[in-house]
């Protein structure tokens, strides 16, 4: 089946620092792969998302790139601000049978002054 | 504005009864899901439901039910038989006509057991 594995937190940077958070899947055919943020007490809000292979996803200065021969999906930050502290987690959705979202167990960002 | 409700935010429930958790959307979104959230844990799926009047388990179905009588609702009821229910509960929906594009989600409910 498919599965999604993630770094394990927490990771805490300075303000200003670059972020990597990795993320590798395990899927058959061409799953679609998504980033998504929770803050404190939250729902979990889309982050980016990217649908083939090689397209990057972006947003509010988060990247992402979809590697089909290294099966990742890692989140970069080129400057991480406070305000970007949260739990960020991967998922897929298969292209075949069950659409339904696979997340991995997230990993939490504490971004220090 | 366009969105999905969950209700209550905290919920409390004793030994031995069942609660039904409320999730609402008017985003004309086609289907449905449930997580399950434990500390430090994933996200773990439920039941989804993709058309009205059709519904799929999860990985963790066992002690809930639910029902899609309206494309808008997609109570998750938690029963008796759920041993461990304590956890926060997501809501989500999604659009499927035009393919998949990711999920919005509820702001969840958070079922404690006294």
């Known amino acids: 089946g498919n599965s999604v594995t993630q770094m394990e937190g927490p990771v805490t940077l300075s303000e200003e620092a670059f972020l990597t958070i990795n993320c590798t899947y395990t899927?058959?055919?061409?799953?679609?792969l998504f980033w998504y943020v929770q803050y404190p007490g939250e729902g979990l809000q889309l982050l980016l998302k990217?649908?083939?292979?090689?397209d990057k996803g972006s947003n509010k200065g988060f990247e992402a790139t979809y590697r089909k021969e290294t099966t990742s999906f890692h989140l970069e930050k080129g400057s991480v601000q406070v305000s970007d502290s949260a739990v960020y987690f991967c998922?897929?959705?298969?292209?075949?049978?069950?659409?339904?979202?696979?997340f991995g167990s997230g990993t939490r960002l504490q971004v220090q002054p | 504005d366009g969105g999905i409700t969950q209700s209550p935010k905290y919920l409390f429930r004793k030994e031995g009864q069942n609660v039904t958790l409320s999730c609402e959307q008017n985003?004309?979104?086609?289907?449905m899901y449930w997580y399950r959230q434990d500390p430090g844990q994933g996200l773990r799926l439920i039941y989804y439901?993709?058309?009205?009047?059709?519904?799929q388990k999860g990985d963790i179905a066992e002690g809930y039910s639910v029902s899609r009588e309206k494309k808008e609702s997609f109570p998750l009821t938690v029963t008796s038989a759920q041993k461990n229910p304590t956890a926060f509960y997501l809501c989500?929906?999604?659009?499927?006509?035009?393919?998949?594009?990711?999920?919005?989600f509820g702001s969840g409910t958070r079922l404690t057991v006294v």
């Open positions: 998922a897929l959705s298969g292209d075949t049978g069950r659409r339904a979202l696979t």
């Open positions: 990217a649908t083939k292979a090689d």
């Open positions: 899927a058959t055919g061409y799953p679609s």
């Open positions: 985003l004309n979104h086609d289907a």
């Open positions: 439901s993709q058309i009205v009047n059709d519904f």
């Open positions: 989500a929906s999604s659009i499927e006509s035009t393919g998949f594009h990711g999920y919005t």
